[in-house]
Nanobody, 125 residues
Framework: HVQLVESGGGSVQAGGSLKLACEVT????????MAWFRQSPGKDREGVAA???????SYVDSVKGRFTISLDSAKNTVYLQMNNLKPEDTAMYYC????????????????????WGQGTQVTVS
């Protein structure tokens, strides 16, 4: 079965950096999309960044220029490099994956993804 395991969260001061990683196993789609979402208490889950199997990335406006999503297909791992972190970036960050035929042009919408990790906490003070 499909498993996604996130790592790399932690606490950092404003202006600092963190790099999240999400390793996927049991996922055998040739064309796919992987994404990072975040959720704070009392708020909806927000799409942060997504990347497809061709390497095309997309970002929510609030992180453009600060976050970079990348994909290592050989390691079945997607990364999120987060620079110049702000207190409003504080949230639980989740990795998601699915076939590109399900995601289509909604790569930052949580409802289209079937496969999710357990999350990793990012706290910016």
């Amino acid at each position: 079965h499909v498993q996604l395991v996130e790592s790399g969260g932690g606490s950092v001061q404003a202006g600092g950096s963190l790099k999240l990683a999400c390793e996927v196993t049991g996922f055998y789609y040739v064309t796919y999309c992987m994404a990072w979402f975040r959720q704070s208490p009392g708020k909806d889950r927000e799409g942060v960044a997504a990347i497809d199997s061709d390497g095309n990335g997309s970002y929510v406006d609030s992180v453009k220029g600060r976050f970079t999503i990348s994909l290592d297909s050989a390691k079945n791992t997607v990364y999120l490099q987060m620079n110049n972190l702000k207190p409003e970036d504080t949230a639980m960050y989740y990795c998601a994956a699915d076939a590109v035929t399900r995601v289509l042009y909604d790569s930052l919408r949580a409802a289209v993804y079937r496969y999710w990790g357990q999350g990793t906490q990012v706290t910016v003070s």
